[in-house]
């Protein structure tokens, strides 16, 4: 997305950690290796926990990546 805002959330407890990132639509197409989602989602998978990405209900036409651990 370039440079936009972006509001990141992170909750926590005894027993769970979820961190979810928010960001403004933008302009810029970025180039990389399309891996950064998939690697989010394996990396959060090997210690029990799950990842979800789709729109941002934060920024209309936004963009949001979430992870929990459970």
Request: include cysteine; proline fraction near 4%; charged fraction near 25%.
């Amino acid at each position: 997305a370039g440079g936009v805002e972006a509001t990141v959330a992170v909750e926590w407890s005894e027993d769970s950690l979820r961190v979810q990132v928010d960001n403004a639509p933008g302009e810029q197409t970025l180039e990389g290796s399309g891996r950064g989602l998939t690697g989010i989602k394996e990396r959060v998978r090997i210690v029990g926990g799950s990842a979800w990405w789709g729109p941002s209900e934060v920024y209309p036409g936004g963009w949001c990546v979430r992870a929990e651990i459970r």
